[in-house]
């Protein structure tokens, strides 16, 4: 199963976040056994980057949370025709825009989000 996995849970997982590290790291899991191919979107990278950073306060750890996303993950591509695509959607949220124009164009089924 391909899945596109939000920014919330690989922070979940690389993090460590307390409330949502089980369920995270059961993700990872299935990734990692092949059970599940995840993806994130090539904005999701840069958002990963700027989250660790913050919280760790270490340039060096916020790029180990890009490099070990990079190494389990499929990443979709984030160009013109997808901006456009979240923009003209008409959804409030254009990150979430952004993640299901790319879920539609890469065929993925679900977008595993904490988000209601």
């Known amino acids: 199963m391909k899945v596109l996995i939000d920014t919330s849970i690989v922070l979940d997982f690389l993090l460590q976040r307390e409330l949502f590290r089980q369920d ?4 990872f ?3 990692d056994s092949g059970r599940i ?18 919280h760790t306060q270490s340039i ?15 990443v979709c591509p984030v160009n013109r025709t997808i901006l456009e695509w979240a923009f003209a959607s008409g959804i409030g949220d254009f990150e979430d825009a952004i993640q299901i124009a790319c879920a539609v164009t890469q065929g993925l089924e679900p977008i595993l989000t904490r988000h209601r």
């Open 37 to 54: 191919i995840g993806y994130v979107t090539a904005t999701t990278l840069t958002d990963i980057f700027y989250i660790a950073r913050r």
């Open 24 to 27: 995270a790291e059961e993700l």
């Open 29 to 31: 899991q299935a990734i």
């Open 60 to 74: 060096e750890q916020a790029r180990q949370a890009v490099l070990a996303t990079l190494t389990v993950m499929m």
